[in-house]
C-alpha cells in the first residue's frame, strides 16, 4: 500500500510534502512524485526510485506553489517507470490515487474516443480524463468530481487538484484509508495520521464511501449519496515518536525489535497486572458457545493466524480452519452457524480480508 499526501499550506508547501511522504515510506513504493497550482497553473515533478531522487529533482527545478498533493506508488498498472508515476495530469485536473480502477479501460476507451489522450499505461489517467471531461462539459471542480466518483468502480482513494483553485483540494474514499488534518488556517491530506503527524493532530477519518471538499478554512464532507455528513474530529496519537526509525537502519529492523513493547502494550489492555486477571471486554458474544473458528488473513497476517490456530486449538480445544483470504472469496467455505470467523490484517485494510 503506499501513499497519498496534500497540503492546503500558508506557504510553499514541496519540502513538506516530501516529509509526509517520507512518513508513508514503510508502506513500501517504486516511484513518487509531486503537484502545485504554480500561479494558477499545474506543475508537477516526478522520479522513479527513492524518495531522495524526487528530492534531487526538486533541487533543480523547484516548485513553489501554496497548494499541492504528494504520492508514493507501488505500481499495479503500468511499470515503475517516471511517465507512469503520480500525479497524473491534464492542463485542468491533477490527481494522485492509491488503489485500482476495475473499470479503468471501459473508461478509457470511451474517453480516447471523445478525444482524450492517454500518456500512461496506469489505471488512474482514466479518473484525471474522466474528471477534466466533466469540467470541459462545463461542469465546476465540485461537481465534476461528484459525476466522475459515480462513474469510478474499484478500491480507491484520492487527492485532487485544480488549476486556477488555490483553496481547493478534493478527497475521496472509497476502500483505501483517507485521514484529513486540521491546521491553523491550513488543511492536510494524508494515507494515515501518522503522515500528518508534524502538523497537526487533529484529524478527521473519512468513512468509506465519503469524499470530501478541502479548503483553508475548513472542510466539507459528503457521503456516497452526496448528502452532507459530520465526521468527528479526533486527537490523533501518532506522534513523531511513532514513526522515528529511531537508532534502526530500516523500518523493518525497527518494527522487528518493536515486537515485544507493541505486544505488552496491546496485551495491556486486557491484563490486570495487579491482580493477575485476564477482563475480556464484552464482545457480545457468548465465548462458551462458539463450536468452531475460521481464520481469515493474508501474508503476515495469515502467518499470525496459523499461530492462533496453534493456540485456540491447544487452549480452548476448539477446530480452527485458516484461510488466504483471497481464496476463501472465492470457495464456498462451510460456514455453520455458531461458527467464529476472525479477519487479521496487519496492514489495517487488506482489500481481500475486508
Ligand atoms: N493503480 C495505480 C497505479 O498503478 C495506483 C497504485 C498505487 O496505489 O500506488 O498507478
Request: aromatic share 6%; with cysteine.
Amino acid at each position: 500500500m503506499c501513499g497519498i499526501v496534500g497540503i492546503l499550506g500558508s506557504k510553499p508547501v514541496a519540502t513538506d510534502l516530501v516529509d509526509a511522504l517520507r512518513r508513508l515510506e514503510y508502506r513500501g513504493y517504486d516511484s513518487a512524485g509531486i503537484a502545485t497550482v504554480e500561479n494558477g497553473h499545474l506543475e508537477r515533478r516526478r522520479a522513479e526510485g527513492k524518495l531522495r531522487n524526487l528530492e534531487t529533482r526538486l533541487l533543480s527545478e523547484p516548485l513553489s506553489g501554496h497548494t499541492g498533493i504528494g504520492h508514493t506508488r507501488w505500481a499495479t498498472h503500468g511499470r515503475p517507470t517516471e511517465r507512469n508515476a503520480h500525479p497524473h495530469m491534464t492542463a485542468a485536473v491533477s490527481v494522485v490515487h492509491n488503489g485500482i480502477i476495475e473499470n479503468f479501460r471501459e473508461l478509457r476507451t470511451e474517453l480516447s474516443a471523445k478525444g482524450h489522450t492517454f500518456e500512461t499505461d496506469t489505471d488512474t489517467e482514466a479518473v484525471v480524463h474522466l474528471v477534466t471531461d466533466e469540467m470541459q462539459r462545463g461542469a465546476g471542480p465540485v461537481d465534476a468530481v461528484k459525476a466522475a466518483l459515480g462513474k469510478l468502480r474499484g478500491a480507491f482513494a484520492l487527492g485532487i487538484i485544480f488549476a486556477g483553485e488555490d483553496d481547493l483540494m478534493i478527497a475521496a474514499r472509497q476502500g483505501s484509508p483517507l485521514a484529513i488534518g486540521h491546521g491553523r488556517g491550513e488543511m492536510y491530506l494524508g494515507s494515515d495520521a501518522i503522515a500528518l503527524a508534524p502538523f497537526t493532530d487533529a484529524i478527521t477519518y473519512l468513512e468509506e464511501g465519503d469524499w470530501a471538499v478541502m479548503r483553508r478554512a475548513g472542510v466539507n464532507v459528503f457521503n456516497r449519496d452526496g448528502e452532507a455528513v459530520t465526521r468527528p474530529q479526533i486527537k490523533s496519537i501518532a506522534s513523531s515518536l511513532l514513526v522515528d526509525k529511531g537508532n534502526h537502519r530500516h523500518f523493518m529492523a525497527k518494527e522487528i525489535h518493536e515486537q515485544p513493547e507493541v505486544i505488552s502494550h496491546t496485551l495491556a489492555n486486557y491484563l490486570d497486572m495487579a491482580n493477575a486477571r485476564v477482563t475480556i471486554p464484552d464482545l457480545g458474544v457468548d465465548l462458551a458457545k462458539i463450536s468452531r473458528v475460521t481464520i481469515s488473513a493474508c501474508g503476515t497476517a495469515y502467518y499470525a493466524g496459523l499461530v492462533g490456530k496453534y493456540w485456540i486449538e491447544r487452549y480452548a480445544r476448539l477446530p480452527v480452519e485458516i484461510d488466504v483470504a483471497s481464496e476463501m472469496r472465492y470457495r464456498e467455505a462451510p460456514l455453520p452457524e455458531g461458527g467464529l470467523a476472525l479477519f487479521v490484517s496487519q496492514s489495517g485494510e487488506t482489500a481481500d480480508t475486508l
